[in-house]
Each structure stands twice: as C-alpha cells, then as structure tokens.
C-alpha cells in the first residue's frame, strides 16, 4: 500500500553530477588509434587528448537527476576533462531506454531558465474557496509554501494535504513529468450524480486509452475506460491507472468527499506549463587548460552528431558501453568570463546505458 502523505523539496541542480557513479573502463587502443579520443580546437585551445596517454582515463557510469538516468562519460586526467551526458527519454513509456544505436544526433540540452518550469497555487485549484491551508511534498520531503515552483526538469512524486473549512485534512499523491515531453496526456476527472453515484473518466481527446484500472484508498473496484459506481465511503482516494493505446502508462489521483464536496482534482495539469524538452538531450561540458566550457543550445548545426555507434565491453557495475564516433561543430560558452567560442570536435567516446 502506498504511504499516502508526502511533502516537496526540489533538488539542487549543481552540476548534475551529485550520485553519479563513475567505472574506469580497462582501454586497449590499438597502434595508432586509440579506442577514446577528442580532437579538434576550441577558442584559441587546440585539442588532441586519448586514453591511455598523459594519463587520460575513460570513465563511464549513470546517475539520477530529478528522478530521470542520465548516461555518461568522461575523458578525463585531473583537472582536465571532456564529458558528454545524455538524458533519457520517453519517460511516460514503461520499459524504454536510451540505446545509442537509435540516434544520428543528439541536440545540445536546452538551457535552465531563470524562472520556474512549473508553478501551482492555491488559486488554481477549482475548489479553492473550500480550502484554508495547503501543503506540498517533493518526493516525501516538505515543500515551503502553499505556492509550488519546480524550476528543473525532472519525474517528481508530488503531494498536495490540503485542509478544508470544515476541519479536515486529505491528501492525493500524483507523478508529474517536468520539462520532458508527455506521449500521453489525460486529466481524471469526475461527476457526482443527485443520487451520489461517482462517474470517472479520463478526458484525453487526443490519446485514446486501452484501458484503466480503478482504486478506491488502494484496493481494486473496477475496469473500463470509464467507470460508474456507488461509493461504500462519503470521502475517499479514487486514483485510475491509465494504459493508452501508443503504450504510455500513467498513475492519476483525486480526494472526494461526497458528504460536504470537497475535492482535490487532478492537479497534473501542471505538466503541461513547461515547453522546453529534455528528452534524449546532451550536456558537453569541457575543462581544459584552466578554462571550463559549456556546449551552448538553439544555434544552427549545434548537434552531436553520431557517425558509427561500437559495441564496448561493460563498466565495472556491468553497464553496457558503447563507443560514440562523431562529430560536434557549435558553440561553447567560456564558464569564467561568459565569452561564447567556437568549437570544432571530432571524437571518439564512451557512453555507459
């Protein structure tokens, strides 16, 4: 049974690198061609760097930022490194990862913006004026503020408590996907009939829905696209999990209280606030020479572009690795002055997935 009361915080961005496990990968170049390299300029710094030489070291690994894997690797001797990471994608799809071979390019990930992604207040729930207090949790951390603002892209567990007139207290638990692209999108919903019968549904014009699953405070009541019944309970969780047609699978919630009509509808409404997307995007990050560059978005021809994709043998945690040959042409912006640069790329690379 899952815990029905959570509460918010948002994770620090950093550098996206915090619980990131990293594998040095044994390297056995063959003579003249080594397995990992990066070559090419960028600003006034001329590159030419190889595993296996002044002590350069390929690692590769995965990590968890706000919920999402990204996969990585870094060419990296000391202070001096080149990293490329990849968000993964398709999040609302079960059961589908990145697999390298499955792309020619890769866009440069879009840049966070100063301002939230996704804001929520008390105002926009539609029975607001039934509320006097409301509450967030973050993947079961505590959130400050009855107003929501997520400002990174991510999957969360979200939680609203919410405390009515009347003096009590309900609390519904909802995945949203942030800043990544939703194949799928639905809003539960439902109408109290004058005989307080509840008639649930799906309202996805868009999408058709294969099936639904309904759950009255975790236990199983029904099927079907939609669903009519008579509650036992005057205030209950009605939750629904949704397969649609095209295989994206999603979890709603929604708190309602027949007796005094009180509700708390859908709120993964929120979703849809952010129109930057994240999905299968990089990140190339260059430290070189005492100078730090970051891969800028949005311009012309600025992708990663794939020319072959190499099986590799697997990290020390048994993650697949595959060498990434390719090319990358753009613009980087110098971290220290804010100066933008030219770069011209070619590589040889590792990326664990």
């Known amino acids: ?42 600003g006034n710094n001329q590159l030419d760097l190889s595993a296996g030489e002044n002590d350069f070291f390929m690692h590769t690994g995965t990590f968890s930022w706000n919920g999402v894997r990204q996969f990585q690797g870094n060419l990296t001797s000391g202070s001096n490194n080149i990293e490329m990471q990849i968000s993964d994608g398709l999040l609302d799809v079960p059961g589908i990862e990145l697999d390298p071979d499955d792309f020619q390019s890769f866009s440069i990930a879009p840049n966070l913006p100063g301002d939230p992604l996704a804001v929520y207040s008390l105002q926009d729930f539609y029975y607001s004026q039934n509320i006097t207090s409301l509450s967030w949790e973050i993947n079961g951390e505590p959130y400050s503020g009855q107003q929501l603002k997520i400002f990174e892209p991510g999957r969360y567990q979200l939680c609203a408590t919410v405390e009515f007139l009347n003096g009590n207290v309900a609390t519904t638990c909802n995945e949203v996907i942030i800043g990544y692209q939703k ?15 509840i008639f649930a549904f799906i309202d996805s014009p868009n ?12 236990s ?24 649609y047609e095209n295989g994206v699978y999603r979890e709603k919630e929604v708190f309602i209280d027949v007796i005094n009509n009180n509700f708390i509808e859908d709120f993964t409404v929120l979703e849809n606030q952010a129109n930057l997307f994240w999905d299968h995007k990089a990140m190339l990050k260059i430290n070189y020479g005492g100078r730090s560059y970051i891969a800028l978005p949005n311009s012309t021809g600025n992708d990663i572009i794939i020319d072959d994709v190499i099986p590799f043998q697997n990290n020390n945690s048994g993650q697949n690795v595959s060498i990434l040959k390719g090319k990358f042409s753009g613009f980087f912006m110098d971290v220290l002055n804010q100066e933008i640069v030219e770069g011209d790329l070619n590589f040889s690379f590792g990326i664990a997935h």
Do not use: Y
């Open 207 to 218: 999408n058709p829905i294969e099936s639904v699953e309904w759950l009255v405070n975790d």
């Open 183 to 197: 194949n799928a999108f639905g809003v539960l919903k439902h109408l109290v009939t004058d005989n307080n019968k």
């Open 1 to 42: 049974m899952k815990r029905r009361i959570f509460h918010i915080i948002l994770p620090v961005l950093g550098l996206m690198l915090f619980s990131c496990k990293k594998d040095e990968l044994p390297v056995t170049p063959t003579e003249n061609n080594p397995v990992f390299s990066v070559s090419g300029k960028i």
């Open 220 to 243: 199983l009541i029904g099927t079907g696209v939609d669903f009519k019944f008579t509650p036992v309970l005057s205030a209950f969780v009605l939750e629904a999990k949704i397969h």
